[in-house]
């Protein structure tokens, strides 16, 4: 399983970043993904989850009305759109299934800041 995010970067409070996740090693399309963060000194946090068609999905209350969750089967790949960002969305980026598997990518790093 390798699971590779990118998109991350410093954006000010209000700001977008939409983040990526390029997945390899199982059958991308039959599983459901999801994105969880962790904050300094915080447990990781499941943010947003996606069903293997995109037809459903499922948010964290902190982020809901403001993040999108996305995916395309045909690239192996699941997307974050991240809107309105808050310096508290502050936090390394993970994408992995639902559940999740042992293995992780090196996540990408968000930083919300003026």
């Known amino acids: 399983v390798q699971l590779v995010e990118s998109g991350g970067g410093l954006v000010q409070p209000g700001g977008s970043l939409r983040l990526s996740c390029v997945v390899s090693?199982?059958?991308?399309?039959?599983?459901?993904m999801s994105w969880y963060r962790q904050a300094p000194g915080k447990e990781r946090e499941l943010v947003a989850s996606?069903?293997?068609?995109?037809?459903?999905?499922n948010y964290a209350d902190s982020v809901k009305g403001r993040f999108t969750i996305s995916r395309d089967n045909a690239k192996n790949t699941v997307y974050l759109q991240t809107n309105s960002l808050k310096p508290d969305d502050t936090a390394v980026y993970y994408c992995?299934?639902?559940?999740?598997?042992?293995?992780w990518g090196q996540g990408t790093q968000v930083t919300v800041s003026s």
């Open positions: 992995n299934s639902l559940p999740a598997f042992d293995s």
């Open positions: 090693g199982f059958t991308f399309s039959r599983y459901q």
């Open positions: 996606i069903g293997t068609a995109g037809t459903w999905t």
